[in-house]
């Protein structure tokens, strides 16, 4: 047998079932595996398109990129450069819609 | 003592919250990266030309905010936003429909007046022709304003041209 390929052995299956999942962590697989989690990014997505906060956050970007020299900037760069405007500056009606869909996806999995 | 649902909504909120925030997040690291990624290839139209308007518009709203620039003084040499500048009398040449002459834009004014017969000089002559409606003609008209008229450089002027519809009126003699 050659042991040339060193690599950690295939996790058994029957060990990861014992653990314990948060509940959190528990509602990330369903989201996903029902295919919710798709749609709600989707969702959002389109809604920041329609209200133009795509638009505000890609001239932020461009406005860095131009300070800092375009071939100067890493996507932690941008990241860092949208992520407070961004969070602060989402409609209110978006973010309500957004909870709104969670919260009865919550429900409908009985969680 | 809360009932068991208040739990179940306080943390359903939380947790709303939380997958909201997490589906947010995603979204501006998908956003960056599509910007990287145009910054890096270079897709966007080029960055230099944004910041040459950017300064040249900055350049241009200090000028018009600088008080020590009027506007009339400078009509002859301001650059408009095609780079052209215009004379302050329209130099364009064509002919009158009315006598025929070859006549230069910004003096067409003037001249319509003379060969309309609204001028003084034309005035006289029709007079002389008719001498019914030599009284109308020599009633209050001032001839101040004409002068003005054919002493002004640029006839293309808003003010000369609306005055002129209201003279026409008050004489009433062109009716005849």
Known sequence: MRGSINRPPTPDAEEDRGQDLTLQEIINIKLIESGEKERLKELLRERLIECGWTDEMKALCRAFTRKKGRNNVTVDDLVHVITPKGRASVPDSVKAELLQRIRSFLVSAAL | ?176
């Not at chain 2, 979204?27 to 290839?41: G, K, T, W, Y």
């Not at chain 2, 002859?76 to 364009?92: C, L, M, N, R």
């Open chain 2, 1 to 176: 003592m809360s009932a068991p649902n208040d739990d179940k909504g306080t943390s359903h909120s939380q947790l709303s919250s939380q997958f909201y925030g997490d589906l947010l997040d995603s979204i501006i690291v998908d956003v960056a990266s599509e910007c990287h990624r145009i910054a890096r290839l270079g897709l966007d139209r080029n960055l230099e030309d944004e910041e040459e308007e950017l300064r040249l518009s900055t350049q241009a709203r200090a000028r018009v905010a600088d008080p020590s620039n009027s506007g009339e003084a400078n009509s002859k040499y301001v650059v408009d936003i095609f780079g052209q500048t215009h004379p302050a009398v329209a130099s364009e040449i064509f002919e009158c429909m009315n006598c025929g002459r070859s006549i230069m834009a910004g003096r067409f004014a003037p001249h319509l007046e003379k060969c309309m017969g609204r001028g003084r000089k034309a005035r006289l002559k029709a007079t002389r022709s008719s001498t019914a409606a030599q009284n109308r003609y020599t009633r209050g008209s001032p001839i101040s304003t004409y002068s003005s008229y054919s002493n002004s450089t640029s006839g293309n002027r808003v003010a000369n041209g609306t005055t002129a519809p209201n003279e026409e009126y008050g004489d009433g003699g062109f009716e005849d």
